[in-house]
């Protein structure tokens, strides 16, 4: 079976493609047991492209807002993951895997998924971006960011 299930791996290639490269297991993983509910499931979003990702929503929900928390166009997760600048704190986790953050590395390992779940525990990406304004996150996010470069700027001095 196992030389079955990369034979098919293989020659798929959706964005739910990179989530299918562990093979299964018997017993959950680490990263499974480990991982606080509210947050486990927006790594599985992101490792299989459905979830509250921009992409997913210009496809799937277009009445849905698909811009990055940074205001920037259209967001992919190769955005969110490796360049905005709302995150870059936080992106240290997946740096820790994979310096330059290569997807393979980060949504493919399992040390890779650890890194991927501490950064959204920290950062709280992949959500509803409803959800967040109706909270009062979403401009609070920006607010944070800049005091941490005005901080980081000042450390640098």
């Given at each position: ?79 969110t993951l490796c360049e905005c600048p709302l995150f870059t704190h936080q992106r240290t986790h997946l740096r ?62």
């Amino acid at each position: 079976w196992a030389e079955s299930w990369y034979r098919d791996v293989a020659t798929q290639t959706s964005r739910f493609a990179l989530a299918h490269r562990l093979r299964p297991t018997l017993k959950p993983r680490k990263h499974f047991i480990n991982t606080p509910r509210e947050v486990y499931g927006r790594p599985v979003q992101c490792r299989t492209g459905h979830g509250f990702i921009g992409e997913y929503y210009v496809s799937f929900v277009p009445t849905e807002p698909s811009s990055c928390l940074c205001r920037e166009n259209h967001v992919k997760r190769e955005n969110t993951l490796c360049e905005c600048p709302l995150f870059t704190h936080q992106r240290t986790h997946l740096r820790d895997v994979s310096r330059n953050i290569i997807l393979n590395e980060i949504l493919l390992t399992e040390k890779g998924i650890e890194a991927l779940a501490k950064f959204i525990q920290e950062s709280d990406v992949f959500k509803k971006v409803a959800i967040l304004e109706q909270n009062g996150d979403f401009e609070g996010r920006v607010e944070r960011r800049e005091e941490q470069e005005r901080v980081e700027e000042e450390a640098d001095r």
